[in-house]
């Protein structure tokens, strides 16, 4: 790897690790000698990094401006709870008939739960954020298809900023999401998918703030 690209793909991790942890919030506009100052760097690095962050959707350039933070758009936190609750829905039901498998995840899920309340009793909500994701993770992994664990990757990053984002808004969901997801993690134990599906939707649509759904909606 050349030192230019070695370069370029410091500042793409640094700044895209800015944008969802939120500390470089949708609608702030950066530039690249900004960027560059800070990291000790040239613009070139910079530049690079910047469209690709504009290729995966984080960022719109503006010449001579800068580069424009792309804001959470308008019905994409529902998109993204509709999707994540099918494919970790269908990961459940998956394990729910293998005992072994189902066992395991349900330790990995106890795992991940204890660093969540380390996370929340310091504070730190970006750890937090990472958790999260990770906790959800699991699950999608569990569930042996290869082609939804991808797509659920590509989620992802999207699940944690969302997140970071309402955890900014309300600090003190931090308690009731360790609660959720406890609850979770015990459906997921007893093999019931149905009510996994129906408790991960409300978790997702409360902690997201939107509106929550009629059984029959959903």
Known sequence: MSKLHSAAEVVYREVKER???AALPG???ISEGEIAAEMGTSRTPVREAFL????EGWMRLYPKRGALIVPVADGEAEHVVSARR???TDAVRAVAGNETARTGLAAALRE?????REAAASGDVDGFSGLDADFHGL???AGG???LVTFYAGLRERQRRMTTRSLARDPLQLASIIDDHTALADLVESADADGYDAAVTVHMRRVHGLPLLSA???
């Open 19 to 21: 944008i969802l942890s």
């Open 27 to 29: 609608g702030e506009l």
């Open 52 to 55: 690709r962050l504009e290729a």
């Open 86 to 88: 099918l494919v970790e």
């Open 112 to 116: 991940n739960l204890v660093a969540q």
């Open 216 to 218: 029959g909606a959903r």
């Open 145 to 147: 298809n290869p082609l």
């Open 139 to 141: 699950i999608v992994r």
